[in-house]
């Protein structure tokens, strides 16, 4: 008897069994969403005036938070990552402690990031590095172009 009750309700089957993929579908957005919101998206400017120079042994920087970007052009000229110029070592030592509070309030260690022309002689890089260490920046990264090894 209990048999022939449960053949009778299954056997009535205009009912099908689906799936509603709704729900899911809006997770997946939200999830999206969220990794979209929470990435962060480090954008390095570049002077295409600055021709940096070709390093054999160079490697990739693993972090790119951070970076205090100062352009070193041929002639000893000194500007900014928005290509605001620094007449000498007093605007940049100013400019790099600006940026450094500004980073060290976001929790990340301040490295300069040094980005000077293959022609430029390296008294004026050795200027912005020694701009940098009399406002407390001691790491110092250079941009160089990386070549298969």
């Known amino acids: 008897m209990a048999s022939s009750k449960l053949r009778n309700s299954s056997n009535s089957g205009e009912d099908d069994c689906k799936l ?3 729900p899911m579908i809006d997770m997946v957005f939200l999830l999206l969403m969220f990794f979209l919101v929470n990435a962060t998206v480090i954008v390095v400017k570049q002077d295409p005036n600055v021709t940096p120079p070709v390093a054999v042994n160079s490697r990739k920087a693993e972090e790119g938070n951070g970076r205090i970007v100062v352009n070193v052009y041929e002639d000893g000229k000194f500007t900014t990552e928005l ?4 007449d000498d070592e007093d605007a940049i030592t100013e400019l790099v402690r600006t940026e450094k509070d500004k980073i060290d309030k976001l929790g990340y260690k301040p490295k300069l990031h040094l980005r000077g ?3 430029t002689v390296f008294k004026y890089s050795r200027q912005v590095i020694r701009a940098a260490a009399k ?3 001691d790491q110092v990264v250079f941009a160089v172009y990386v070549t298969e090894k």
Do not use: G, I, N, W
């Open 20 to 22: 509603d993929m709704s």
């Open 83 to 86: 290509k605001e110029p620094l």
């Open 117 to 119: 022309d293959k022609d």
């Open 135 to 137: 406002a407390q920046v």
